[in-house]
């Protein structure tokens, strides 16, 4: 059998298309325009690109784009003091504060400081505590790019087994939340879960968020099965060990031999998060003012 490839970049291109229209009108019916901001502390060279195309990407959505860079040294207090100007300012509905964050900086003070209302990233543990409860939140973006690529490919999940390997804060836990909210039996396996082979064979969805290069191979996978691969890992390149390339936590050739369906990495779930923080920011300025939120953009 050969697994339909989920393509993460089609699909993230169309989801900031809806954005860009629904900016679009908020902008000519109402003179309201999004704004998200986001805060970079350092100069840590991943996180450097990971805001840079998140503020291109804002841009061509027609928001507006806030970008604050501070020095590696920046005492907590000025942050938090940045975080408090950025909860005041009615031109920023979203707020993000880029992680990791340097080790003299308390992240867990920082990210509660900000109004959950603006927390476009869904790590406030407001939003935490809401989406655990069945409540309207602000969710993750990645978890949430994974959800919408799933209702896309199955319609309704309602009644499917889903295991998800890796039990982070920002992955894996809300991600198995979000299964839930959408009715599916979830089973959350994390370093100590005993014969993981067998748990992720029961799975007609089968998301992986470990961050161990192809550590699931296609025997793990029930036949038919969609797999959601998060995993994001560098690796040295088969061809020339002086190159590296991405890949997936799960081993994408024979995973794809048995998948009824597939995220592949790069180019599957990898696009949809940035394209989820942009709905989460229309989300966010939508609900700031008592507008009917963007439909299909939320969970
Ligand atoms: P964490 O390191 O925070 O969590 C990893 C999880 O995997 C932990 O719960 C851990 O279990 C579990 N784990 C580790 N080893 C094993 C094992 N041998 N068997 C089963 N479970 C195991 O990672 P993140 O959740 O932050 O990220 C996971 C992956 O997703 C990474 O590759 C990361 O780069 C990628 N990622 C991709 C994003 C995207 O935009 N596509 C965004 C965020 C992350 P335990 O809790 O027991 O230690």
Redesign the pocket.
């Known amino acids: 059998m050969a697994a339909t490839i989920i393509d993460g970049k089609a699909f993230a291109a169309r989801v900031r298309g809806q954005v860009a229209e629904q900016v679009a009108v908020l902008r000519t019916a109402h003179g309201i325009v999004p704004g998200l901001a986001v805060v970079l502390v350092g100069q840590d060279p991943a996180s450097q690109v990971y805001v840079r195309n998140k503020g291109t990407q804002t841009v061509e959505a027609g928001m507006a784009s806030f970008e604050h860079k501070l020095d590696v040294a920046t005492p907590q207090a000025e942050i938090l003091a940045l975080v408090a100007r950025l909860n005041a300012d009615p031109a920023v509905h979203g707020i993000l504060v880029q992680l990791p964050l340097p080790a003299h900086v308390d992240a867990a003070a920082v990210i509660n400081a900000i109004d959950p209302a603006k927390d476009v990233d869904g790590f406030h543990i407001s939003n935490v505590g809401l989406l655990g409860t069945g409540q309207k939140a602000l969710v993750p973006c ?1 978890p949430l790019g994974c959800l919408m690529m799933l209702r896309d490919h199955h319609g309704d999940l309602s009644g499917m087994d889903a295991v998800v ?4 804060n ?3 836990k809300p991600m198995a939340q979000l299964l839930l909210g959408d009715s599916c039996t979830v089973t959350i ?5 005993r014969d ?1 082979r067998e748990v992720c064979r029961r799975a007609d969805i089968l998301v992986a ?4 290069p192809g ?1 699931i191979p296609g025997d793990w996978v029930k036949p038919g099965a969609t797999v959601i691969d ?4 560098r690796v040295p390149h088969p061809d020339d060990p002086a190159r590296t390339r991405l890949v997936g ?1 799960v081993d994408f050739d024979s995973c794809a031999a048995v998948a009824g369906a597939i995220t592949p990495v790069p180019g599957g ?2 696009p949809m ?1 940035i394209a989820c923080l942009l709905a989460n920011t229309l989300t966010a300025c939508c609900r700031a003012h008592g507008l009917a939120e963007p439909t299909g953009l939320t969970a």
């Open positions: 990645t390997v890796g039990r982070s920002i992955v894996g396996a994390h370093s100590r879960t993981l968020a470990v961050g161990r550590m998060v995993g994001i890992n936590d779930v990898g998060t």
